[in-house]
């Protein structure tokens, strides 16, 4: 057990857009530094008329695990009307900690991936706030 507290060294932010022509192979969001990180939350928006349903994944450096899937709504945070999710939401993941975040181990990635090919020229674009340790 840790006998001094850890904290996030500084923020680091970091974004990813997966497009229709990613299909549904998995793009890299954040890679954790060699203490770990922890993710505080993912601010989502699509351009999509069409709900998106997003695949969260974790790579621990061999091996890709689905942790979960996430609906983003259509035109969430670009259309005016419709706000931008937090993709770390409880009720979808309701694994996370209170508050929350997502803790990832060293050197860890954290993935997102369309589970169908989104609609012709759309898009999903994903910024995550955190920090290393």
Do not use: C, E, R
């Amino acid at each position: 057990m840790a006998t001094t507290p850890v904290f996030q060294a500084g923020p680091k932010n970091a974004h990813v857009i997966v497009a229709d022509t990613d299909t549904t192979v998995a793009q890299t969001l954040q890679t954790a530094g060699a203490s770990g990180a922890l993710i505080d939350s993912i601010a989502v928006t699509s351009d999509d008329t069409s709900a998106a349903v997003i695949n969260v994944i974790v790579n621990d450096g061999s091996t890709d695990y689905q942790i979960g899937q996430v609906t983003i709504a259509a035109g969430a945070g670009t259309d005016g009307t419709t706000a931008a999710q937090n993709l770390l939401s409880s009720v979808s993941l309701p694994f996370l900690q209170t508050g929350g975040g997502l803790a990832l181990g060293p050197n860890a990635v954290l993935k997102v991936a369309a589970n169908a090919t989104l609609t012709a020229a759309k898009s999903v674009t994903f910024t995550a706030i955190g920090g290393d340790y």
